[in-house]
């Protein structure tokens, strides 16, 4: 058997050690690792298979770092690593409505819609569910390939446009990152003031009524 050889994992082992990871060492993540993981990204679901959410692949340090340092205040008054500084790869989730919006207005999907009006058809803005379900697979994929992983919202937009030459037409809707687990990253489990717990199954699935 070639000493690279990875058994998979289980989905319901991937899914029960998913965790958002706040420390990670300086180890380098392989490339083929990360393609991986950007392939089953991909996969995800996608409204009217529109493909709208994509993805800024960032290894480049300087660019981490200016991304990275955004956090450090808030970081310093936690008196906690800035795991954002440590993670050798970002990812930015990044999702165009106008790809959306356009391929509602195609001749086969307007067969379906067309009495529907723009304002009632995205009510619900779906190519942020797309965006989810993406980074989902994406943290999943993590736990398959044995790399951990985290995840950073409230991103400055256009500090990551310009960093990245993004297009205004693009909303990037955060960081994923990618690395190695640190030794101490169990104790920096949540940035929260105090621990929470997962809400019991009873609390969140409501069967036939509320």
């Known amino acids: 058997m070639p000493t690279h050889y990875r058994a998979p994992v289980e989905f319901s082992e ?3 050690r998913r965790r958002m990871v706040r420390s990670f060492t300086n180890e380098p993540v392989d490339d083929d690792v990360v393609r ?3 392939d089953a990204a991909r996969r995800g679901p996608s409204a009217g298979y529109s493909q709208g959410v994509e993805f800024v692949l960032i290894t480049d340090p300087a660019k ?6 955004t956090g450090d205040e808030m970081f310093e008054q936690l008196q906690r690593p800035n ?3 440590q993670a050798p790869v970002h990812v930015v989730v990044c999702v165009s409505p106008a790809i959306y919006t356009d391929r ?10 067309s009495e529907t009006s723009d304002d009632d058809l995205w009510k619900v803005p779906y190519w942020y569910a797309d965006a989810g379900a993406a980074l989902s697979l994406l943290l999943l994929a993590a736990v398959d390939e044995g790399i951990a992983a985290a995840f950073i919202g409230g991103v400055e937009h256009e ?5 990245v030459g ?7 809707v955060g960081i994923a990152l990618l690395g190695h687990e640190a030794p101490d990253a169990k104790q920096y489990g949540d940035v929260a003031a ?17």
């Open 104 to 113: 509602y207005h195609e001749s086969d999907k307007q067969e379906v819609v």
């Open 64 to 69: 981490r770092a200016t991304i990275a340092a």
């Open 159 to 163: 500090l990551i446009r310009d960093l």
């Open 83 to 85: 795991f954002a500084a």
């Open 36 to 38: 991986r993981v950007l």
């Open 14 to 16: 991937a899914v029960r």
């Open 194 to 210: 105090r621990p929470r717990k997962r809400r019991p199954y009873n609390e969140v699935v409501h069967e036939n009524t509320w």
């Open 166 to 172: 993004m297009p205004s037409s693009y909303v990037p």
